[in-house]
Structures are given as C-alpha cells and as structure tokens.
C-alpha cells in the first residue's frame, strides 16, 4: 500500500528555518516525482514545489523562490523540504504528493502542520 | 500561469439528489483536469483524473465531463459521506500546477 508521511511541522518564529520530512513506503520511490502542496488554515490548496525521480529537476512556486529548497534521497525513500526565512504567510498544512503517470497527483500524505509566528 | 476558477463556491443539496459542481480554466488545459474531495482534518483524496477517469475505488455515482476549459463533477446521487469540499486541478500547463478554490457542497 502507497504511504507518504510527512514529519518536521511545529511552531516557528519569522525569519527562522524548518526542514520537512516526507517518507515514502509501499511503491518504487525512485520512479517518482514528488510534490509539496500545502493549505493555509480555512484555505485552499496552493502548489510549493517538485522534485523529479532522480533528483535532476526542481520547479517552485514563486511564493517561496530563492528561500525553500526540495531535495530527496532515493537511499533512505525520503524528500525534504528546507524551508528557510519563513514568513506568516507560509503558515498552513504541508501535504507532500506522489507524482502518478499521466502526471497525477495520485497520493497524499496526511500532512504537517507549520506555524509562524512570534 | 492558468487560473482555475470554481463555481459555485457553495452548493447546498439534499441527500440523493444530483451535484454539479464546474471548473473553467484560463487556457486550454486539454484533458489533464483532476477532482479531490477533501474532508475536514484529512488530506484530499483524488477522484477523477484526465477529465473524466474514476480513481481506482471511487464509486460509480461521481462522474467528470469537459476538455480545453470547460469542465464539470457531478455527483448523481448524494449521500452522507460526499459533503465535503471538492477541487479542481490543472497538471496541463506546468510550472505551476494551480488548483481551483474548491466547492463547498454542504447539506
């Protein structure tokens, strides 16, 4: 059975940094892209970012350019999201996204939940 | 960056009856079009992709319709577990990948 699981939310201060954790079981995580997606609280979804299976290509949202980073160890079935310079806005829920064929977002993640705020 | 737009934002049904919930695009997204549902404290579950394809294990009563910018969920017949919030999902034109605001469909 697919599972994603998301670890490393908590409560953060402006302009502090957090790593995201996204671990992925039941299916060959190395031909799979992997998406961020996350949620603000009350809101809808908003697209953060894409690692390609082997790691060589990474888009972003404009939202968090030149401040999050994606990356993946095949290794360890793992994709992180550093998230550096955090603002209030980047509070919500961040749900982590296998990449099915045809390009489908086919699986999620139950989410983490990041919290900025002084 | 193709703007998915959702219609209505809430639409109120009784059990049984027919949903149709809509989804326009600012540009031609062909057939790359999903649906979620989403449900409160879970994360969104896909029900149709390219348009018109169920996920495996989605019941026959949800149905997608619609190709380029034009597209539609309908739900034939309510039941209990189907009040949620549903969104539309453009995997077309990338980056970004941009969803709809979602459709509250509420009893």
């Known amino acids: 059975q697919v599972h994603l699981v998301e670890s490393g939310g908590g409560v953060v201060q402006p302009g502090r940094s957090l790593r995201l954790s996204c671990a992925a079981s039941?299916?060959?995580?190395?031909?799979?892209?992997i998406h961020w997606v996350r949620q603000s609280p009350g809101k809808g979804l908003e697209w953060v970012a894409v690692?390609?299976?082997?790691?060589?290509?990474?888009y972003y949202a404009d939202s968090v350019k030149g401040r999050f980073t994606i990356s993946r160890d095949n290794s360890k079935n793992t994709v992180y999201l550093q998230m550096n310079s955090l603002r209030a806005e980047d509070t919500a829920v961040y749900y982590c996204?296998?990449?099915?064929?045809?390009?489908?977002?086919?699986?999620w993640g139950q989410g983490t939940l990041v919290t900025v705020s002084s | 960056e193709t703007v998915m737009t959702q219609s209505p934002a809430t639409l109120s049904v009784s059990p049984g009856e027919r949903a149709t919930l809509s989804c326009r695009a600012s540009q031609s997204v062909r057939s790359n079009l999903a649906w979620y549902q989403q449900k409160p404290g879970q994360a969104p579950r896909l029900l149709i992709y390219?348009?018109?394809t169920r996920a495996t294990g989605i019941p026959a009563r949800f149905s997608g319709s619609g190709s380029e910018t034009e597209f539609t969920l309908t739900i034939s017949s309510l039941q209990s577990e189907d009040f949620a919030v549903y969104y539309c999902?453009?995997?077309?034109?990338?980056?970004?990948?941009?969803f709809g605001q979602g459709t509250k469909v509420e009893i």
């Open positions: 999902h453009q995997y077309n034109n990338w980056p970004p990948w941009t």
């Open positions: 390219g348009a018109s």
């Open positions: 039941g299916f060959t995580f190395s031909n799979y892209g």
């Open positions: 690692i390609s299976n082997d790691g060589n290509n990474k």
């Open positions: 996204v296998r990449e099915g064929s045809g390009r489908v977002f086919d699986c």
